[in-house]
């Protein structure tokens, strides 16, 4: 059981917008701001979309973004494609484990 | 440009040990915490351990301490995983990432271990 709670699917129509929440406790999301989210296309690595709760990296579309309330926090894609059908996973730091961070169990985005 | 390449997919038996390895380029590559990533099929992402290349100080999940052994080499920027008798539970894909702060800023490109009677 992972220590991130995510959906494990939502779905869209191209150019709506969607969110995916990851619920967590005090001692992980809800007491630092070191949330990232990692997209995955089938049979491929994930790559970093949002770290630090709100910044996207470099060359990351704007259609992305991040935010956190108390212990839970969310992936908000706007004006959706087919290309960002995928799997996404959150991410945490947490002090409870000696590595320091937690995944979420991961949510199928299904673009309809 | 950092980059990761991981070896090749390996199929084993179970039993036999293996050990597969994850070469890093870029600037000032050392001065980060490499880690490994499961993934088994079908499943989500799940921590193993992280490896500081500048001095070899290693941290593990609980659930993979004992179970694995992550390594490294410095001088040659490369970070090893490594079993010493395979389980058919070990079927995976394991991911090299380098950790920057407390988020993953690259991957490598995945190692496809099958371990199979």
């Known amino acids: 059981q992972s220590a991130l709670t995510q959906p494990a699917s939502v779905s869209g129509s191209p150019g709506q917008s969607i969110t995916i929440s990851c619920t967590g406790t005090?001692?992980?999301?809800?007491?630092?701001?070191?949330v990232s989210w990692y997209q995955q296309h089938p049979g491929r690595a994930p790559t970093l979309i949002i770290y630090?709760?709100?910044n996207r990296p470099s060359g990351v579309s704007h259609r992305f973004s991040g935010s956190k309330s108390g212990n839970t926090a969310s992936l908000t894609i706007s004006a959706l494609q087919a290309d960002d059908e995928a799997d996404y996973y959150c991410?945490?730091?947490?002090?409870?484990?000696?590595?320091?961070?937690?995944f979420g169990g991961g949510t199928k985005l299904t673009v309809l | 440009e950092v980059q990761l390449e991981q070896s090749g997919a390996e199929v084993k038996k179970p039993g036999e040990s293996l050990k597969i390895s994850c070469k890093g380029s870029g600037n000032n590559f050392p001065s980060h915490w490499i880690g490994w990533v499961r993934q088994m099929p079908g499943k989500g992402l799940e921590w193993m351990g992280v490896?500081?290349?500048?001095?070899?100080?290693?941290r593990y999940s609980p659930s993979f301490q004992g179970q694995v052994t992550i390594s490294a080499d410095k001088s040659i920027n490369t970070a090893y995983l490594q079993w010493s008798s395979l389980k058919a539970s070990d079927t995976a894909t394991y991911y090299c990432?380098?950790?920057?702060?407390?988020?993953?800023?690259?991957w490598g490109q995945g190692t496809l271990v099958t371990v199979s009677s």
């Open positions: 990432v380098r950790r920057a702060s407390w988020h993953v800023d690259y």
């Open positions: 991410s945490s730091y947490t002090g409870d484990t000696p590595l320091g961070g937690v």
């Open positions: 005090s001692s992980d999301i809800g007491g630092y701001n070191f």
């Open positions: 490896i500081y290349l500048d001095n070899s100080d290693t």
């Open positions: 630090a709760v709100s």
